[in-house]
């Protein structure tokens, strides 16, 4: 079965920094592509970022770009997500997300994306 279980979400100010942890379970994690996504209260949920498994380039949307950094480590079957310079429209429930295994595209997407954490909330304030 598989599972992904977000944390490390918070309130912050804004400039701050949070850094985002998704631990997998059940998953060829060295084998599958994984991403960020983030919904805000009344608005679809939105692609922030992906990494690839066959490919050392990471994606990111352009909202945080230059903020955020999706890192992942295979040997814990962990996702990342560095956050800094947060502003209050970072505001939103972040999900975690991992794409079928030995998919070679890294697709941005939400409909691409197979299984799904439960979120973790991120509060940004002015």
């Known amino acids: 079965q598989v599972q992904l279980v977000a944390s490390g979400g918070g309130l912050v100010q804004a400039g701050g920094s949070l850094r985002l942890s998704c631990a997998t379970s059940g998953l060829t994690f060295g084998s599958t592509t994984l991403g960020w996504f983030r919904q805000a209260a009344g608005k679809e949920r939105e692609f922030v970022a992906a990494?690839?498994?066959?490919?050392?380039?990471?994606y990111y949307a352009d909202a945080v770009e230059g903020r955020f950094t999706i890192s992942r480590d295979n040997a814990k079957s962990t996702l990342y997500l560095e956050m800094n310079s947060l502003n209050p429209e970072d505001t939103a429930m972040y999900y975690c997300?991992?794409?079928?295994?030995?998919?070679?595209?890294?697709?941005?997407?939400?409909?691409?994306?197979?299984?799904w954490g439960q979120g973790t909330q991120v509060t940004v304030s002015s």
């Open positions: 997300a991992a794409d079928r295994p030995y998919t070679y595209i890294v697709s941005t997407n939400v409909w691409n994306y197979e299984y």
């Open positions: 990494i690839g498994w066959n490919d050392p380039r990471t």
